[in-house]
Each structure stands twice: as structure tokens, then as C-alpha cells.
């Protein structure tokens, strides 16, 4: 008896095991079945949901070369029947992806397809048109049918095949430039483009050849700023050991920015309680641009102590982590009025700076700088930085290829113009505060980026 109860005690597992596998079917019986037996993914986020039918205990996963973008969620594995949800996430790429999901109950195994169509996409997200009306073409992409729409009344859209928008603007005979927008649809998916119109005023400028006007301030409505610009305000001794005050508008019940007969003065005073006051202004601040061609016509200040300036740092630049100067920083014109009428062009990089003595600079006496208005620019592109006065070249700075030590002007940058008063280089010979008030008179500003 003893012998047997070891016998059995022997047995037991292979009994047990034997009864838990009789409600399994054998491997070659394996009934699986899914349906659909392909997802035809959009290209947005979307879920997709597979049935399952199955004798067993089943499981599924995806694919090794989607589990970035497939994700999945296995519902009743232990039932009959079951389903598997997919969710696919966006396909934010420029081509159709393709993946799969794998059922799998013992060893036999469905592989279910999926394809991702590839995003619609359009050939540019915001257009310019000249105020006297003309026709600009987009290029559309897309996977499937898809259609087009203006929302404003002074232009119309019109598709005209599978791969081209044309769009045609009215005359603007208006003085002040207008926006609208167009909505290409594909299934699901809708892009937004902006359409930017200049005003009247843009058919009186001169436009660089291979370049489209993009944006400027004629300084010819109303009496302060608009919306497009940004006053800094700061105190003495903030950079470059600068003697005034900067505000935003006005000081002791005078302003130090303001537009006087189509023009933007920026004006440097003393104020009743001894302080200086001056202004520094910013144009789109939060968005400027990457390349392009940015000019100003400018008539700067007399003094011994003035350091007018139009030039451009980069936009939401983290000073902490990309400080100055391998942030870089472009000076289109610089002057300092005890060196009365030498303008000067400089750039700056971690490499090139004036702290220790690198800096790439130019400069020229014109005469009459504080006489006159004059037309500064610079040229700016991924090769080169090319710098204007009256349309005559002061200096190139040609990009070396050797890295953001020397060329960190991959982002974009936002203009600024402003009127110093001493400091490092206004006042390197001392001020003279019996030529305050003094003004810096801005004509235009103008910025064209290549069509």
C-alpha cells in the first residue's frame, strides 16, 4: 500500500496537467480568424478595432517595425471571441508607413497589414501678395481627393489639378495691408494657410531682385507704434555700462518713441529728475525671420554721446543656456556721435566678438549721416551676411562651415532699433548732455525673404 500511495503521489502532476490541456484544442484544430484582415490607416490619429474568433486562449502585439506608432489593446484573449483595438497614432513624416499586427493562439499566428497614408501637406503655410493683385501658386500633396476654399471675399482659390492651388488676390487700394485665409481639406485632415496682401503703399518699393516684401513699417498711420513692435525698458547700466533709462512710450510726460510726419522718431531727453530717458524697440519679437533681406532708412542723431543703432538678435534665445556672443548678434549700422557720420556693420559669434578683439567689422564716413537719411541693409542667407549703406557693399561675412562657433545664424532673429546714450563706445570720450534732446529719425523698415 505504502508503494502504491508513492506511486500515485508520482502521478498526480501528469494527471493535473492532462486535465488542464483537455479544454485546449490540439495545435493542428486551432480555429483563428480576424476581421477585418487589413487596417488602411488615415494619416491622422485614429482607432481601428479587429475581431477576433478563436477556439483557445489567443493573444496579439504589434510588429517590431511599428511599436512607435501602433499601439494595442487586447479585449476578451480568454473568450471566443475577442477584439483587438489599434490605435494609430498620426503619421507626422512625408511618407506611408507600413506595419502589422500579429494573432497569435499556440502556434498558429495571423498577420494583419497596416498601412499609414503619408500627412497632406502644402507647399507653403503663409503667402505674400503684392497689393496691385497677381496669382500664386501652392503645391498640394495628398493621398487622397482633396479640395479647396478661400474664406475672404478679395481672393479665390482654385484647384487646378491633383497637385496645384492657384490663388488670386484682388487689388488693395487700401493703405493698410490685409490678411485672409485658404482651407485645403483631405478627409480629415485641414491645413490653414495665411494670405498676407501689402498695402497700396508696397507699389512705391523698391524690392531686391529674386525677393518678396514680407513685412515693413512706413511709420504712416497714426502717432505711436503699433502692435508689431516691443519697447524695452530697463535701466541704467544694464548692458554695455549705457547711461539712459529705457521706457515703454513715454517719460516725464514725454514720449520716447513716437511717429511724426511718416516718420518714427526715437528721442533721447533728460527728464525733470536728472535720468536720461531713450527708447529700444523690437519688431515681431516673438517670431522675426530666418534669412532674408532687412533694411531701414535712417537719419541719425548729433552729439557726443549718442550710439544709434539698427541691428538684430535671436528670437526667445535662452541667454543661460546660448549666452552672448555664440548666440550670435547682426549690427546692420552702428554710430557713435563723437565719431560724427562713420557708420559701421559688425557681426558677432563665439569666435568673432569684440571682447576679445575678433569681431569682423566695416565702416565708412558718409558725410552725412546726421545730415540726411540714408539706406542701411544687410543681406542675410544660410552662405553669406552681406551689408549695405545707400545700396553700395561695406562688408560680407561669408559662412565657413566650421560650426555654431562661427556661425550660429541658423535661427531666426528679430530687428531692433535704438538710440544709446554713452556707455563702452557712445561714451568712450565722455558725453555731452548740452546736446540733449537729440532724435533718431526712422523713414521705413522693410523686410523681403526670397520668393
Known amino acids: 500500500m505504502k508503494h502504491l500511495n508513492l506511486i500515485l503521489l508520482f502521478l498526480l502532476p501528469f494527471i493535473a496537467c492532462s486535465n488542464d490541456k483537455a479544454n485546449d484544442p490540439p495545435t493542428g484544430d486551432v480555429m483563428l480568424t ?65 506595419g502589422s499586427v500579429v494573432i497569435k493562439s499556440g502556434t498558429k499566428r495571423i498577420t494583419i497589414p497596416i498601412t499609414q497614408e503619408a500627412p497632406m501637406s502644402v507647399s507653403k503655410s503663409e503667402i505674400y501678395a503684392h497689393s496691385t493683385g497677381e496669382t500664386l501658386i501652392l503645391s498640394i500633396v495628398a493621398t487622397q481627393d482633396w479640395n479647396v476654399k478661400s474664406n475672404d471675399s478679395w481672393m479665390k482659390a482654385e484647384k ?16 493698410t495691408s490685409r490678411k485672409g485665409t485658404l ?28 525677393y518678396r516684401l ?3 513699417d512706413e511709420f504712416n498711420e497714426g502717432t505711436t507704434l503699433g502692435s508689431d513692435w516691443t519697447h524695452e525698458v530697463q535701466g541704467p547700466g544694464w548692458v554695455n555700462n549705457e547711461l539712459q ?68 538678435m535671436p528670437v526667445n534665445n535662452n541667454f543661460s543656456t546660448n549666452p552672448w556672443p555664440g548666440c550670435g548678434e547682426i549690427d546692420i549700422m552702428e554710430e557713435v556721435g563723437v565719431d560724427a557720420n562713420i557708420v559701421s556693420s559688425s557681426i558677432h559669434t563665439q569666435v568673432y566678438n569684440h571682447t576679445i578683439g575678433t569681431q569682423k567689422t566695416a565702416s565708412r564716413n558718409i558725410g552725412t549721416a546726421e545730415s540726411e537719411f540714408h539706406v542701411y541693409a544687410c543681406e542675410w542667407t544660410p552662405e553669406y ?39 563702452d563706445w557712445g561714451g568712450y570720450k565722455g558725453v555731452d548732455e548740452t546736446a540733449l534732446p537729440v532724435t533718431m529719425k526712422i523713414d521705413y523698415i522693410r523686410v523681403f525673404q526670397k520668393q
Open 160 to 175: 487646378t489639378d491633383s497637385k496645384t492651388v492657384a490663388v488670386t488676390t484682388e487689388p488693395n487700394d487700401n493703405k
Open 245 to 312: 533709462t529705457y521706457v515703454n512710450g513715454s517719460a516725464d510726460n514725454k514720449r520716447v518713441t513716437e511717429l511724426v510726419d511718416g516718420k518714427l522718431n526715437i528721442n533721447c531727453f533728460k527728464g525733470s529728475d536728472g535720468k536720461i530717458y531713450s527708447g529700444r524697440v523690437y519688431a515681431k519679437v516673438s517670431k522675426g525671420w530666418l534669412y532674408g533681406y532687412f533694411e531701414a532708412r535712417i537719419q541719425l542723431p548729433k552729439g557726443k554721446g549718442t550710439w544709434p543703432a539698427f541691428w538684430m
Open 385 to 423: 551676411l552681406k551689408f549695405f549703406v545707400d545700396g553700395t557693399e561695406l562688408m560680407t561675412f561669408a559662412n565657413e562651415g566650421t560650426g555654431k562657433s562661427v556661425w550660429p545664424f541658423t535661427y531666426a532673429f528679430y530687428p531692433i532699433l535704438n538710440l544709446a546714450w554713452g556707455g
Open 34 to 98: 480576424c476581421l477585418p484582415e487589413k487596417v488602411e490607416a488615415n494619416a491622422t490619429k485614429e482607432e481601428y478595432t479587429l475581431n477576433i474568433t478563436c477556439n483557445g486562449e489567443w493573444t496579439a502585439y504589434a510588429s517590431d517595425d511599428c511599436t512607435s506608432w501602433v499601439a494595442i489593446k487586447v479585449n476578451g484573449a480568454l473568450n471566443k471571441q475577442g477584439t483587438v483595438i489599434v490605435t494609430v497614432h498620426a503619421n507626422n513624416g512625408q511618407e506611408l508607413r507600413n
Open 183 to 210: 482651407e485645403v481639406t483631405s478627409g480629415t485632415e485641414k491645413i490653414t494657410v495665411s494670405v498676407i496682401q501689402e498695402s497700396a503703399e508696397d507699389r512705391d518699393i523698391n524690392t531686391p531682385e529674386g
Open 214 to 216: 514680407v513685412w515693413h
